[in-house]
Each structure stands twice: as structure tokens, then as C-alpha cells.
């Protein structure tokens, strides 16, 4: 199954508590942060969410 290389790109600073909460559940708390999630409907929802804070790529 395929997953999703997620690194947090931007701060989260000055964003609204929506999107904090998002990159909360995804596992990332700081700049520079990766980490490795399953490529589902869930996860690209909360990629969605902060895709303009996020870097993905996808892993076989």
C-alpha cells in the first residue's frame, strides 16, 4: 500500500486553530518535522487542510 511522506514546511503561527489541530493529528510540531502516514481518504483530507504549510510525496 502506498504512503504519504509528509514534512511541515512553514510555521503554524498565525494560523487558524483548525489547521493547527490538523498538523497536531498528522504528528508534526515543528519546522522541518517528517513523518509517514498511509495514503487514505482521512490523511489526504488533513493534507488538504494544510497543504500550503506541508510537503508531501508519496512512498511505495
Given at each position: 500500500?502506498?504512503?504519504l511522506?509528509?514534512?511541515q514546511i512553514k510555521s503554524k503561527i498565525s494560523e487558524?486553530?483548525?489547521?493547527r489541530d490538523t498538523l497536531r493529528s498528522?504528528?508534526?510540531?515543528k519546522i522541518?518535522?517528517?513523518?509517514?502516514?498511509?495514503?487514505?481518504k482521512v490523511n489526504r483530507g488533513y493534507v488538504k487542510t494544510v497543504a500550503h504549510l506541508?510537503?508531501?510525496e508519496e512512498i511505495d
Amino acid at each position: 500500500m502506498a504512503q504519504l511522506k509528509i514534512t511541515q514546511i512553514k510555521s503554524k503561527i498565525s494560523e487558524k486553530q483548525n489547521q493547527r489541530d490538523t498538523l497536531r493529528s498528522l504528528g508534526l510540531r515543528k519546522i522541518g518535522q517528517t513523518t509517514i502516514r498511509e495514503d487514505n481518504k482521512v490523511n489526504r483530507g488533513y493534507v488538504k487542510t494544510v497543504a500550503h504549510l506541508v510537503k508531501v510525496e508519496e512512498i511505495d
